[in-house]
């Protein structure tokens, strides 16, 4: 399988779009054909890692990784994926938890995939691959879980001081040696444009084998297409109807691969993204301008995103407005309607919900009438324990810590801060990376 860019001729392998992430022209990757699926090719998948290597072999063909690909798979849906019924009045709805993994976000199967796949291209411990990761949460956490300990890759995460909660940045500090930690003195963006400029300097990129592991890696985007193919085929048998799915959005990663999924055959109804007041998706299906915005800070932080960057990949595979508002939906959700959701949700079914989660919710209690006889899947994108400081006070309880997560809880923190700059970056790489002994030695 080849894949292209969404903006021009390139044509890559799979290894190759995986390592580089994004292509040359400066798009993003698309499969050069989507394989399409029939039910029958399904009826011996009774798991997401069976449905997985069904769903995942036709992209690896021809690739170094296909004959790893059953591993890679084991290894990345070790951990359920159940769908769970919720008893809301008036709706047939279940709920898909995707928050059972090592840093309790659905982020983990991709980072999981992604890791289990590059470290077998690299494996190299002479020359490390270097993987820079800038974070405001749940993506820096979930890289370093899924690269911890293996060998040949390095992690370096950065993050801004004192913008992450207490818990996130337990998941962010809490890993082995070949995960580097830094707390940079600065915002989010400062940590990007580090990253940024990290990539852009010679000689640091000369010294060092850099990668990024980012949620545009087309690495993370089509493991994720796996639980919505289980999720939904295990929804047609037992329930003989197609589900519609309710995607809390933000950088359109998860949506997309929802999307992909019914693309390639797979029994899915509508698509409903839910997004939080970040509202230009909402907007541009409304009939606004697609004008990307500055971010709004929200209390579902992973979802704060005013500039998609997956919406090339939506726009290249379904065209604009008018042919996608047959493809999905969208509903914008303030904060204080999350709120209201969070102890709403918690009143009714005894449930607590994320504050990401809470936008679906919201989303399938305010469906269109022509909407409201179908069933409906709603994704749990993370545990509502990472988000207590927000989710407790408006259930007025504690919310139990999974077990993956106390154990994450329970383990020292080790980190450096730095100054934004680069200099501070290089030092920092040089003092805690201990890879460029056989590398040429650049000026500093
Ligand atoms: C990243 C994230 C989202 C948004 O997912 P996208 O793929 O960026 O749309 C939603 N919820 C949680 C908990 C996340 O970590």
Redesign the pocket.
């Known amino acids: 399988m080849k894949f292209r860019s969404t903006r021009g001729d390139t044509m890559v392998g799979v290894d190759e779009a995986l390592l580089s992430g994004i292509a040359d022209d400066g798009g993003l990757f698309l499969p050069a054909v989507l394989p399409r699926f029939e039910l029958e090719d399904f009826v011996q998948a009774t798991s997401p890692i069976e449905t997985a290597r069904i769903l995942l072999a036709p992209f690896f063909e021809e690739s170094a990784l296909a004959e790893h690909l059953h591993d890679i798979v084991a290894e990345t849906f070790e951990f359920p994926i159940p769908t769970t019924r919720l008893d809301v009045a008036e709706r047939c709805a279940w709920m898909l938890e995707l ?1 059972h993994g090592p840093t309790a ?3 983990d199967v991709g980072a999981g995939f992604l890791a289990a796949c590059l470290s077998r291209l690299t494996g190299d411990e002479e020359s490390p691959l270097v993987i820079l990761v800038a974070t405001s ?3 820096g956490g ?1 890289v370093a879980a899924a690269f911890d300990r293996r060998p040949g890759v390095r992690v370096v995460v950065l993050f801004p001081k004192g913008r992450v909660s207490k818990r996130q940045v337990k998941q962010l500090t809490c890993w082995s040696d070949n995960v580097l930690s830094l707390e940079v003195r600065g915002s989010f963006d400062d940590c990007q444009s580090l990253v940024k400029a990290a990539f852009a300097d010679p000689t640091l990129s000369t010294r060092y084998r850099f990668s990024s592991a980012n ?1 545009i890696n087309i690495g993370r985007l089509l493991p ?1 297409a796996t639980y919505y193919a289980y999720a939904s085929l295990r929804h047609l048998r037992e329930h003989d109807r197609a589900a519609g799915f309710i ?11 929802c999307i992909l999924a019914r693309d390639m055959g797979l029994p899915i109804g509508e698509i409903v ?1 839910a997004t939080n007041a970040n509202r230009l998706i909402a907007d541009y299906l409304g009939g606004a301008d697609w004008l990307p915005r500055a971010s709004i800070q929200t209390l ?1 932080t ?2 704060d ?1 005013g500039n ?1 960057s ?1 919406m090339e990949r939506l726009f290249e595979l379904h065209g604009e407005r008018r042919e996608l508002s047959g493809v999905i939906s969208a509903v914008s959700v303030t904060d204080a309607q999350i709120e209201r959701q969070i102890a709403d949700t918690h009143a009714a079914l005894g449930l607590a919900v ?4 809470a936008t679906a919710m919201y989303a399938l209690e305010h469906l269109e009438p022509a909407q409201q006889n179908q069933d409906w899947i709603v994704v749990a ?2 545990h509502p324990a ?1 988000f207590e400081s927000i989710v407790e006070p408006l259930i007025g309880e504690p919310v139990p810590v999974p077990e993956a997560l106390a154990d994450i809880l329970s383990r020292p923190s080790r980190f450096e801060t730095i100054e934004p700059t680069l200099d501070a970056l290089s030092a920092a790489l040089s003092a805690g990376l201990r890879v460029d002994a056989t590398a040429p030695t650049g000026d500093k």
């Open positions: 928050y976000a659905f982020k949460g749940d993506t979930a949620s994720q995607v809390p959005t933000g950088n359109l990663g998860n949506a997309l691969a993204l579902a992973a979802m995103v998609p997956n994320c504050p990401h989660t994108t993370a990472k």
